[in-house]
DNA sequence: TGTGTGAGTAAGTATTACTCACCAAAACTT
DNA sequence: AAGTTTTGGTGAGTAATACTTACTCACACA
């Protein structure tokens, strides 16, 4: 039997939820697939039918975090009108979203950039229209002059990207607590005016 | 018998240089310790003899490398006078050896920091290092009056570093070509004047 | 009524990280 | 020099675990 991917039967769900659940406590390789079997309350050759091996279970428990994560984010950058607020504003979002979000943030930071095929799995493709998104904004306000015309675009972006990574990396693999509006006036105040005296 | 540690016997050397080698076309979940021992020209027992498990192993292999990128790093630093300047050398060196050293970029930002053991490993110790001698140079150059007093030290750290990551992650990845002096060039200018225009 | 299909099970298998008992020889002790 | 300990190394296991395969049941629907 084949199965089409069209549907979403309870069984798959239930999987999903088991690892998400597991992964508050544990690192994903920790992770067993008869626990997973267990709690989601299924048997084990079950995740076989839905997913064709443990990682692509992982990158689709990703990938449906990332959604949500999306969502949210280019739903608040529209309401802002300048590029700078909009960057503030996905600094800001992505922080809280990640502190909110433990395992999210764990899958995406510290699990699935290892493994080749995660770059062709559909979570991927979420991460890249969340970049894209940003890549957009930069373009725009070096185009309406808010931002210097002589900065690379794409560089730039990956200043954002990594800063906001790094930024709370410690705080994600020690599960501190994290003051996500604070350190987003910090990261902001550097990346737009300079660190230089 | 008791390994005590304190000695460097050949068979662990090759079993080190082994994995390494072995890493530059796999990652490290798809290395098996049977390739490893193969390739070392000894058995699998040994490996065990020397680390305690598969992951310690990986460990040592990034404190060898960290080892001998931090020598080149703070050589280079010492002969720099002000702290930006310090701070662009240390973003250079860093995207440097990182694009020379593939597999040490890979081990350092996609395959150890998942699983908790990794922070209390040597090489961990060896990245506390390097991330407090950019402290030191940040902090300094906020006592002279070069860099904003502010500035969140800490925070300023976290920009630097995670900008270094995100900044040659994908060339890392996909093994592209990376123009180190390049990517400096712009790093420095966001980070030290702003992206405002 | 019969057939095809989606959802799920149960019992495997193969791989692979890791262990344990043992060995040979170098390096201390006395 | 004899005895003892330590070091470097072997090789045959074992346990765990990701994955497979053959099967069942329910049910839509023609």
Redesign the interface.
């Known amino acids: 039997m084949k199965h089409k991917g069209n549907t979403n039967p309870p069984g798959r769900q239930k999987i999903i939820e088991a690892l998400t659940r597991l992964m508050w406590t544990k690192?994903?390789?920790a992770v067993t697939t008869a626990e997973i079997a267990e709690l989601a309350g299924v048997t084990e050759g079950l995740i076989y039918k839905y997913f064709k091996s443990k990682k692509e279970l992982l990158h689709q428990v990703l990938n449906e975090l990332f959604t949500r994560f999306n969502q949210t984010v280019f739903e608040r950058v529209a309401h802002k009108a300048s590029a700078?607020e909009k960057l503030e504003i996905v600094i800001h979002s992505s922080l809280e979203y990640y502190a909110a979000n433990r395992v999210f943030a764990?899958i995406l930071?510290?699990?699935v950039?290892?493994?080749?095929d995660y770059?062709s799995s559909e979570a991927y493709t979420r991460v890249r229209a969340y970049a894209a998104k940003i890549l957009e904004i930069i373009q725009n306000g070096i185009h309406k002059?808010?931002?210097?015309?002589?900065?690379?675009p794409l560089?730039?972006r990956?200043?954002i990207?990594?800063?906001?990574?790094?930024?709370c990396?410690?705080e994600i693999?020690?599960t501190r607590e994290l003051d996500a509006l604070a350190?987003t006036r910090?990261?902001s105040?550097?990346?737009?005016?300079?660190?230089?005296?």
Do not use: C, Q, W, Y
């Open positions: 690192e994903f390789h700078i764990r930071l510290l699990e950039r290892n493994s080749p770059f002059g808010e931002l210097r015309p002589d900065i690379d560089i730039f990956k200043i990207l990594g800063t906001m990574e790094h930024a990396l410690g693999i020690f350190v910090h990261i105040t550097i990346l737009f005016n300079g660190a230089k005296a």
